[in-house]
């Protein structure tokens, strides 16, 4: 009933190119800020984009300039395109949603504060080739 599906990932030559999507299933579109982590073997777990209702976006420093996050509210879908891929970004990306809200009004977790977010999906695989 509340199901994140993320689909794009696979296997590409180093400098090649993947998109990613991450669609929010109804039980899971009430939803202010979604974004991507990534993981690898012996690591944490680490925040690669995230993107909220409105637009605002941040990136983790290693991928701005390649890495670009949107969105389809109407089909409480978004977006990870990876450009000039290299080995480095191999890992397993994950899609994750926040619904906090503050006495400011809703808000989108730091990447650091991965409890802060409520809904995960099971993960793709990005495979780079080098």
């Known amino acids: 009933q509340v199901q994140l599906v993320e689909s794009g990932g696979g296997s590409v030559q180093a400098g090649g190119s993947l998109r990613l999507s991450c669609s929010a299933s109804e039980g899971a579109a009430t939803y202010y800020c979604m974004a991507w982590f990534r993981q690898t073997p012996g690591k944490e777990r680490e925040g690669v984009a995230k993107?909220?209702?409105?637009?605002?976006?941040t990136y983790a420093e290693s991928v701005k300039g390649r890495f670009t996050i949107s969105q389809d509210n109407t089909k409480n879908t978004v977006y990870l395109q990876m450009n000039s891929l290299d080995y480095e970004v191999s890992a397993m990306y994950y899609c994750?949603?926040?619904?906090?809200?503050?006495?400011?009004?809703?808000?989108?977790?730091?990447?650091?504060?991965?409890?802060?977010?409520?809904?995960w999906g099971q993960g793709t695989q990005v495979s780079v080739s080098s």
């Open positions: 993107i909220d209702r409105t637009g605002q976006t």
């Open positions: 994750a949603t926040s619904a906090r809200t503050s006495l400011a009004g809703p808000y989108c977790p730091p990447f650091t504060s991965r409890d802060e977010f409520d809904h």
